[in-house]
């Protein structure tokens, strides 16, 4: 984050946030606190970015491709947690 404005920072907190809540929302039906809303988006955000190119999906750019992004990366993050919790 050196390289990050406090405007990309801020933009990176709200998309996190909104993708963390609606992953958590459509995978556990409610959702798991302001912090960790943010940090489920961001590493979905990651996830999707690694999961996503790998079988040919682009959703675009701009801020609702990114929460789209991100909350797919998120919904499988908390279904793979699901998964391993229940082995």
Sequence with gaps: MAG??????????VV???AGWLA?????????GLVLNIVLGIVGAFVAGLVLP?????LGGG???AIVHAT????????????????
Excluded: D, S, W
């Design 4 to 13: 990050m404005g406090v405007t990309a920072i801020i933009a990176t907190l």
């Design 16 to 18: 996190g946030a909104v």
């Design 24 to 32: 958590a929302l459509i995978v556990r039906g409610q959702g798991m």
């Design 54 to 58: 790998g079988i040919g999906l682009g």
């Design 63 to 65: 801020v609702v491709a």
């Design 72 to 87: 797919i990366g998120a919904v499988v993050l908390l279904l793979l947690i699901r998964l391993f919790k229940r082995a």
